[in-house]
């Protein structure tokens, strides 16, 4: 599954298909060739999603969907502008593939900064932070199972009556 085709990877490279509708197997790079970029372009949009917190792949029912299909589309467009790069470029100069990549870059930046999900796509999580803690009942039933392994020390072993304690308090009972 994929969000867009080679097709809509057509519309940011017109110059390489000329008066074809998109790749085929007579253009360069080939219909096969811009799948494969298609492919890897999925992978990366989706990889981004995942690390912002969001489920992947996004449903096509989601708001955000055709923005996902344009911007899988820029970075095949891009990867197959690239593949027709001219080795007459300048060490300055830029060819219209890296342009569209480095256009790629920055949308899936902005696109992962923002609040999909009222776009339609959902969070693998709140965003909230578990810390610990346990309630009694679970403390209780966990020391009560028998099949636990018993802790090697017990709080309080180790104080011994006139000892200084790291709060700066004597002790001044025999340990617990």
């Known amino acids: 599954m994929t969000y867009s085709s080679a097709s809509d990877a057509a519309l940011f490279c017109p110059e390489l298909v000329g008066d074809n509708t998109g790749f085929d197997d007579q253009t360069t790079p080939t219909r ?5 970029f298609i492919s890897r372009g999925y992978s990366r949009i989706n990889t981004a999603l995942a690390q912002a ?6 449903s096509s029912a989601a708001t955000v969907y055709d923005t996902l299909t ?9 990867r197959a502008q690239m593949a027709r790069m001219s080795s007459r470029l300048g060490p300055e100069e830029r060819g219209k593939g890296q342009v569209l990549m ?3 870059d ?4 902005a696109l992962c ?4 999900t009222r776009a339609g796509a959902t969070r693998v999580s709140s965003g909230r932070l578990y810390v610990g803690g346990i309630s009694r009942s679970d403390k209780k039933s966990y ?10 020390f017990k709080r309080g072993e180790f104080k011994r009556r006139g000892t200084q304690q790291p709060s700066g308090m004597v002790v001044d009972v025999e340990s617990d």
Do not use: M, S, W
């Open 32 to 36: 096969k060739q811009v799948n494969q």
């Open 53 to 58: 917190g969001y489920n992947t792949p996004i």
């Open 70 to 78: 344009d911007l899988e589309a820029l970075y095949a467009g891009a």
């Open 102 to 104: 480095e256009q790629f």
């Open 106 to 109: 920055k949308e899936l930046a």
């Open 113 to 116: 900064a923002k609040d999909l």
């Open 143 to 152: 020391e009560d199972d028998t099949d636990r392994v018993q802790p090697r």
